[in-house]
């Protein structure tokens, strides 16, 4: 069993692939960047598939696949084909998923799933073309809802919505997403807005809190809770009165942080664990593998970063102080 200091079990582990990513969003890289990290940093297919092992031997049970974009990784199926191999009983990982702006997912989708990939979660924060251009820096919104539909249809489920919602720039849509949630029967999640984009333009002011997103589809499609606690999850999470399809996810990092229940932890791509999305301190696996470290020693290092991991984030609080990395650098 994998804990940290606060009696915490560690059950999912987060693993960006790149920090590469062919969208900008201002949220996260205001500005467009082909990666900035060197290529024989980044963790190989074999080294992921190492590491892995070793959580899912410590007791994690679900893994993650994000970025940057995760799909621009060359010959993703090879590696998801390995992770997959960790899934049964006796092996202990219950779930394969991934996170993806669903770019290209049109062409990707049956062979993902085929090769291993339980679900995916899709990134779409606007369903106005102008908007959707105008957040992420491109015109793709046809072919993220057509990474979607590819999903449904592949089995990659339940395939999840995300959308950061922005004060001035997408929460006139918030009742909008909601009615793509019953149209197309998916779960959507929406997310305040966090102080992890590489420009640092971050405002309190900008944050839509929880309870107001909450308070506007509820007006226009009446909600009733489904989970009476978030557990060891992140999401309020809703069903529509009126019987429709689809789901409502609300979560609020920053008004109503869920820290003290967090079975989560971060593997970045260059090979650093981080115990929190706000830390400001990473722990180097990476050098540690190159260095010939044995399996024994491997493990008691990851046992060692994880006994780290912060009881919360300061982010409503006048103590936080910004991560040391952007979110296209840790990892969605």
Known sequence: MLTDSYRRRIRDLRISLTDRCNFSCFYCRPVCEAGITEKDSILTFEELFSITEMFVSLG????????????????????INALSRLKGEKLGLRELAMTT????????AKRLKAAG????????DSVERDNFRSITGVD?????LAGIEAA???????????AVIVRDRNDREIVALADLARRLNVPMRYIEYMPLDSGNNWRREDVVP??????????????????ASRG???????RFADGAPGEIGIIAPVTSSFCGQCSRIRLTADGQIRTCLFSTHEHDLRNLIRSGATRSETIQFIRSAVWKKEFRHFVDDVRFKPASRSMSLIGG
Do not use: M
Not at 117 to 124: E, G, H, N, Q
Not at 140 to 144: M, T, Y
């Open 60 to 79: 994690v049970e679900k893994v993650r696949l994000t970025g940057g974009e995760p799909l621009l990784r060359k010959d993703l199926e090879i590696l």
């Open 101 to 108: 702006n669903g770019c290209g997912l049109d062409k990707l």
């Open 117 to 124: 990939l339980d679900r995916v979660t899709i990134s779409l």
């Open 140 to 144: 793709r919104l046809h072919d993220v």
């Open 152 to 162: 449904q249809k592949a089995g990659l489920s339940p395939v999840k919505i995300n």
């Open 210 to 227: 929880g309870r107001e997103i909450f308070a506007l589809i509820n007006k226009h499609h009446p909600l009733q809770l489904i989970n």
């Open 232 to 238: 060891t999850g992140t999401a309020w999470r809703y």
